[in-house]
């Protein structure tokens, strides 16, 4: 089975803080994606990555860059974290192609 | 502009009866749709989907209809149990570009016992 792991369930941290959301996949898949769900907002996507050291912006990608070094491996960073950011952060990976997206458990973000 | 819409954000069904949630959505270009289900404090986890080719996809419990001219897509729940209460959320890609995959605000299924 395919685990997408997420380095914190729960964060809390002050605004101006930078913040690092680490995501780690297990099954060698090509695409990783950044979203963040908000009551009523569904899922939006933040960034997305198709190689190592590739990425591109998402529907939402201002206040946050990303980092993908290694293939399994997936980072979200805001650099200047303000409230609202607080949110729910959800990392998910997939092969190549029109195939299911794996989704991590989700980190809430909460910054005060 | 929200290319996926669910426009019903909560719905409640009786243990045993059928559920059946709704998308809409603007791109005639998406041609593959998926449905995804989320427990609160987790992950969405994939539940079926369906390529723009078929009509119907079923899979146990679970049917997805497409109605391409009327571009419009639903879940049936049948029969629904207290434990697929969860938010339902649609999601639709084009085949042809990114693979990007554009997600609905989902759906608050409550089943009762």
Known sequence: D????????????????????????DMDHE???????????????IYFSY????KEKGDIPEGYSVSREKKERFSLILESASTNQTSMYLCAS?????????????????VL | ?????????????????????????????????????????????????????????????FTVFLNKSAKHLSLHIVPSQPGDS????????TTSGTYKYIFGTGTRLKVLA
């Open chain 2, 86 to 93: 969860a938010v339902y959320f649609c999601a639709a890609l």
């Open chain 2, 1 to 61: 502009d929200q290319q996926v819409k669910q426009n019903s954000p909560s719905l409640s069904v009786q243990e045993g009866r059928i559920s059946i949630l709704n998308c809409d959505y603007t791109n005639s270009m998406f041609d593959y749709f998926l449905w995804y289900k989320k427990y609160p404090a987790e992950g969405p986890t994939f539940l079926i989907s369906i390529s723009s080719i078929k009509d119907k996809n079923e899979d146990g419990r």
């Open chain 1, 2 to 25: 395919v685990k997408v792991t997420q380095s914190s369930r729960y964060l809390v941290k002050r605004t101006g803080e930078k913040v690092f959301l680490e995501c780690v996949q």
């Open chain 1, 94 to 110: 997939r092969e190549g192609g029109p195939n299911e997206q794996f989704f991590g458990p989700g980190t809430r973000l909460t």
């Open chain 1, 51 to 54: 190689d190592v050291k590739m």
């Open chain 1, 31 to 45: 695409n990783m994606f950044w979203y963040r769900q908000d009551p009523g907002l569904g899922l939006r996507l």
